[in-house]
């Protein structure tokens, strides 16, 4: 009870403290001031855009966290959109699993969207994620396959007629450290055969993620919503709006290449203790969304 205690504490926080993040947010992009005395004069607020971006939540997030918890942190936040990762429903999962993790999502108001990222080094192996893909019934996979099995997940895209997201990674790992690389390994593939944006680690390999967007967003299927405080490898995550990433010049080119997928935040600060950071940064963004044309 303690934990279920301390959980709904943290959510009401989250609730208010996304309020205040949002209009914080709202006033750094509107130019709105703040109200110093009582009888000071509140400026128009500027109108909202139309926004036809689709938030939601990368499951990794909450790898230290059931999937009850991830489901009533969404809600709290207004969220609809999942990215299922295998803590939360197994590789294995057979359909009474599976039917029963939609049916839990479904009393949330929360739809699972893609599967991963699935790390696939075999054959063997991107059989069992694209099966996975099929039982659960999305059609994105969100994957990172050896370099020499590209081919291979080409033939089962024609297959499978999915999309196929690879998540970069930064400088952590040597292979798709950024947008470039992925585009490099892709462009003469199968055109279902993309990348999953994740924006912090593209910037923590010295790669400019706004202008990424810009030119691979015909292979952009997904995007991982992040801030970083450095654009070199030390750099680590933080809550939107803290670090390095300009995120108005990211929303407007958002609008400019008419990106139509999900927008996934990935908050891998505090991991153990996540709940305020995830509020405050989904805050912020759906602030600058609301008042960035």
Not at 85 to 95: N, T
Not at 121 to 131: L, N, P, Q, V
Not at 218 to 244: M, P, Y
């Amino acid at each position: 009870m303690s934990g279920r205690r301390n959980f709904l504490k943290k959510s009401l926080a989250g609730v208010a403290l996304l309020s205040a993040s949002s209009l914080a947010a709202e006033q750094l992009v509107a130019g709105t001031p703040g109200v110093s005395e009582a009888h000071d004069t509140i400026k128009p607020k500027t109108p909202k855009a139309t926004n036809p971006f689709q938030i939601g939540m990368a499951g990794f997030t909450f790898v230290n966290f059931d999937l009850e918890t991830t489901l009533k942190t969404m809600k709290s936040l207004d969220l609809h959109y999942l990215c299922i990762k295998d803590f939360h429903l197994p590789l294995d999962a057979d359909a009474d699993k599976i039917k029963e993790f939609h049916d839990k999502c479904a009393s949330y108001g929360v739809t699972g969207y893609a599967v991963g990222p699935i790390y696939m080094r075999s054959e063997a192996e991107i059989d069992r994620g694209f099966e996975y893909c099929k039982r659960v019934g999305t059609k994105l996979i969100v994957g990172v396959p050896n370099y020499e099995l590209l081919p291979y997940v080409d033939k089962k895209v024609k297959e499978y007629g999915y999309n196929y997201a690879i998540h970069l990674h930064g400088p952590d790992i040597k292979t798709y450290p950024d947008a470039t690389d992925v585009w490099v390994h892709t462009k003469d593939l199968d055109p279902r055969i993309g990348m999953c944006l994740d924006i912090g680690h593209d910037l923590r390999n010295g790669c400019d993620p706004v202008a990424d967007l810009q030119k691979y967003h015909t292979r952009v299927f997904d995007i991982h919503l992040k801030d970083v405080t450095d654009s070199t490898k030390e750099g680590h995550g933080i809550e939107i709006g803290r670090g390095k990433i300009d995120f108005p010049r990211f929303v407007k080119m958002l609008r400019k290449v008419n990106y139509t997928g999900k927008v996934s935040l990935e908050y891998e600060k505090d991991m153990k203790d996540p709940f305020l950071g995830i509020a405050e940064s989904i805050g912020y963004f759906k602030a600058i969304c609301d008042y960035t044309k």
